[in-house]
């Protein structure tokens, strides 16, 4: 009787909480206090709130206090950065997983295997409107100068590393944080899981909280960026867009695409998929499920998971603080580098375009267009931007499914 | 190909770190921006195999021929006195207050073509949202 008392009294998480030392025990409720300030942020704040939530509850379920080796336990990070449960020390080693891991491992697995971000992109491309780009095809230029903070984050990343002995970030973290810079969530986790799966709690966390807040970082690079004469400029009507075109773009786009950068075939052309069953009108069964239950399952299955990585040994470091502060160098730049076209646009066309659309070029569909709608108005109340500003948009989608094609072409095979 | 220190980071010079950084930048901004060109292009090319401009449309002469001048008519015709009387109406609807409380000074159209009621669902769902 005592025996199993005192046996259910190791199994507890108080048992645990004690027995692992003062430092991990501090460590753990670090941990478990900033998964509660996600939570906080995600339901009171009501950032991105599909996704922080999951997130923000997944740290928690991972921090909890539990004995070494207990099969409570939901996520074992181990399994799939420590050389010692891998195979030849590289390769994760599913079965391995599948016998021991919780049920967030598995999840885990969909993350790690690269299944769950282009899932995401076939649902967002059934949501996408390719339209306001196809009639006004200039402005795609936008989505790629907003690309610059991507790259200029890069070199923030290597200088930030040379220059402070406690932070080392090599090219592959580099290029992770680096990615932030895209404003795209599954985008930045997909490059992320394969070069740097240490910094992947960090990253998405620091990705879907600026997300969150481009409502208050760009306002005022905007008015920084543009005269107000400029941010005045209505924009001619876009011209209509006929099926075939909406049929045609997402298939060119991918042969496009995979003939000068195989690498962000499987983000571009899952985006293109989804696209063209939305446009083409022949599988809409296909189509509704892809952006609802398809869309809802896999936001939870990587929330969930990508929130467990993040462990105190991961998560509580230097590095961290440098990812969330490059995090917004990244935001910033790629506003920055949008505005900057946005200008040279106006410019040239002797005030044709609103400089004010080329923040949009930053993906974070539809938030962007919206704050470049509502800055606009602000100025001109007579003025609507909204559809100009989607072009931009969703070629900042492309722009940074192709930046991180790149990077991992560049980086993948380190 | 690369370095120990740009591999892991660690006792990185700073010089070798902008060299590198200035490269990928280069390189790769180069090739977004290729890749989105070339998308560029083939989207004007869109514009010109499958793009009619319905203005430059022949068939829609005769119409627009015989339709102006009863547009023209109907402006003319249309009661000033009246449309002054439903924008102050609307206009005092909007701002709480009675109609003997305004003169309409002048009125202009603005140039969108959406409905003002349209534009303002537009704007409060933007706003809600934000």
Redesign the interface.
């Known amino acids: 009787m005592i025996e199993s008392f005192a046996n259910f009294l190791q199994n507890t998480g108080f048992y645990a909480l004690i027995s692992t030392g003062p430092v991990d025990a501090i460590k753990t409720i670090i941990m478990i206090a900033i998964a509660c300030i996600l939570l906080y942020l995600a339901i009171v704040k009501k950032f991105e709130p599909l996704l922080l939530l999951p997130i923000a509850f997944g740290m928690l379920l991972s921090n909890l206090p539990m004995i070494k080796d207990s099969s409570a336990i939901m996520m074992h990070t181990e399994f799939f950065t420590d050389p010692q449960y891998m195979i030849e020390g590289k390769y994760i080693d599913v079965g391995y997983i599948c016998r021991h891991g919780g049920l967030l491992d598995l999840l885990y697995l969909g993350v790690k295997l690269g299944i769950y971000p282009p899932l995401i992109f076939v649902g967002i491309g059934c949501m996408t409107d390719f339209g306001p780009?196809?009639a006004n095809?200039?402005s795609?230029?936008l989505?790629?100068a907003a690309?610059?903070g991507?790259?200029?984050t890069?070199?923030?990343a290597?200088?930030l590393?040379?220059?402070i002995p406690s932070?080392?970030?090599?090219?592959?973290?580099?290029a992770s944080i680096g990615i932030i810079g895209g404003a795209d969530g599954p985008t930045a986790i997909y490059v992320t899981k394969s070069l740097a799966p240490a910094l992947l709690p960090a990253i998405a966390v620091a990705a879907y909280s600026y997300m969150a807040l481009i409502?208050v970082i760009q306002p005022p690079i905007m008015k920084l960026m543009t005269r107000k004469k400029d941010r005045m400029v209505?924009m001619e009507?876009l011209?209509t867009v006929?099926k075939?075109?909406k049929i045609?773009?997402p298939i060119?786009?991918t042969i496009?695409?995979a003939l000068?950068?195989p690498d962000a075939v499987s983000l571009v052309g899952c985006l293109m998929l989804g696209n063209l069953m939305k446009e083409s009108g022949v599988v809409d069964r296909l189509s509704k499920m892809a952006q609802n239950e398809l869309m809802n399952i896999i936001t939870l299955f990587l929330g969930v998971t990508v929130g467990a990585t993040a462990t105190a040994s991961s998560f509580l470091s230097a590095q961290t603080i440098g990812i969330i502060v490059l995090g917004l160098i990244a935001f910033c730049f790629s506003t920055v580098g949008g505005l900057f076209l946005g200008d040279i646009m106006c410019w040239l066309t002797k005030g044709k375009v609103n400089p004010l659309i080329g923040s949009a070029g930053v993906s974070a569909v539809p938030m962007a267009a919206?704050?470049s709608?509502?800055v606009g108005?602000k100025e001109n109340p007579?003025n609507?931007l909204?559809m100009h500003a989607m072009g931009p948009n969703v070629?900042g989608v492309?722009?940074s499914a192709?930046?991180a094609g790149?990077?991992l072409a560049?980086f993948g095979n380190? | 190909m690369y370095s120990e220190a740009l591999l892991t980071g660690k006792n990185l010079p700073l010089s070798e770190a902008l060299a590198m950084g200035g490269e990928t930048t280069l390189l790769g901004l180069a090739i977004v921006f290729a890749v989105l060109i070339i998308l560029m292009l083939v989207l004007m090319l869109f514009k010109v195999v499958f793009y009619k401009d319905p203005s430059k449309q022949t068939v829609s002469v005769d119409t627009a021929k015989s339709v102006e001048p009863a547009a023209e008519i109907m402006e003319n015709t249309t009661d000033e006195e009246e449309l002054v009387a439903v924008l102050t109406a609307a206009v005092a609807a909007s701002l709480n207050t009675s109609t003997y409380n305004l003169r309409i000074k002048s009125y202009r159209r603005t140039d969108n073509k959406m409905p003002a009621w349209n534009k303002a669902g537009v704007t409060e769902t933007i706003n809600n949202r934000f």
Do not use: C
């Not at chain 1, 080392?168 to 580099?174: C, D, P, R, T, W």
């Open positions: 780009l196809i095809p200039k795609i230029l989505g790629a690309q610059f991507v790259f200029f890069f070199v923030g290597l200088v590393s040379a220059l932070i080392n970030f090599g090219v592959k973290e580099a409502p209505v009507q011209r006929s075939t075109e045609l773009f060119i786009v496009v695409v000068i950068i919206r704050v709608q509502v108005q007579a609507f909204l070629a492309i722009g192709v930046a790149v990077f560049m380190l």
